[in-house]
Structures are given as C-alpha cells and as structure tokens.
C-alpha cells in the first residue's frame, strides 16, 4: 500500500501512461510523467511516484507483463533513479555510465518488443 503522499498519485494512471509509453516504444522522464499527472516535479512528489512504480510493476508481473517502471528515467542521463536498480540480482554493476546504460536500453528492448506483440494488454 502507498503511503500518504502515494496515495495522491492514481496507480492505474501510471500503469496506462507506461502502457502507451511500452506500446510507442519510448522512456518518459520523472518529471513527465508527474507533468502527466497534473504534478510539478518536486523530490516528494518523485519519492512517491516511485513507490507507486513498485505497485505497478507488482500488478504488471501479475498480469504476466513485464516490469514498466524501467521507461521511467532521469533526464540527465535517460537512465532509472538509484531506487529502480536496489535488489535487482540480475545486475551488479553502477547505477550510472556505459555498463548501465547498455543493460537499461536491453530492459527497455525487451518491454517494447513484449508489448509489440500484445498491443491490446492492458486496456480497459
């Protein structure tokens, strides 16, 4: 469950935002997708986002799709926040630089190609 400031943010108008996203093949930064969701960026407004993000990738799982909350990058770099890549067992390198920015855009392939081939997941 979100905490309160997770509450404010509507998960299942993250979850078709990323959709879209997955389905046009493209990342959206943070602050995009707070700016889609009538948000200014802000660090509690990030914070929250991200928790909201494990709920969305919990359902994704769920639902047999892949994760989502790795379209969702920095701007600077285009690559996740240090949260995304915590307790993953696949990865083991930095969080920034070339290493994770090949192992991101593998990520990102794999979610576009999946929702290439299922158009229709996830609609209402």
Wanted: charged share 25%; hydrophobic share 50%.
């Amino acid at each position: 469950m979100a905490g309160a400031a997770g509450a404010l943010i509507d998960p299942d108008h993250v979850a078709a935002l990323l959709h879209a996203r997955a389905r046009a093949g493209e990342s959206v930064t943070y602050s995009e997708v707070l700016g889609a969701l009538g948000y200014a960026f802000s660090r509690p407004k990030m914070r929250a986002l991200c928790v909201v993000l494990m709920d969305v990738d919990a359902a994704e799982r769920g639902a047999g799709r892949p994760d989502l909350a790795v379209l969702v990058v920095r701007q600077s770099d285009r690559l996740p926040g240090q949260g995304w890549w915590i307790g993953r067992s696949d990865y083991k390198g930095l969080f920034v630089g070339a290493e994770a920015a090949a192992y991101v855009a593998r990520e990102q392939r794999g979610v576009f190609a999946w929702w290439r081939e299922h158009p229709r997941a996830g609609a209402a």
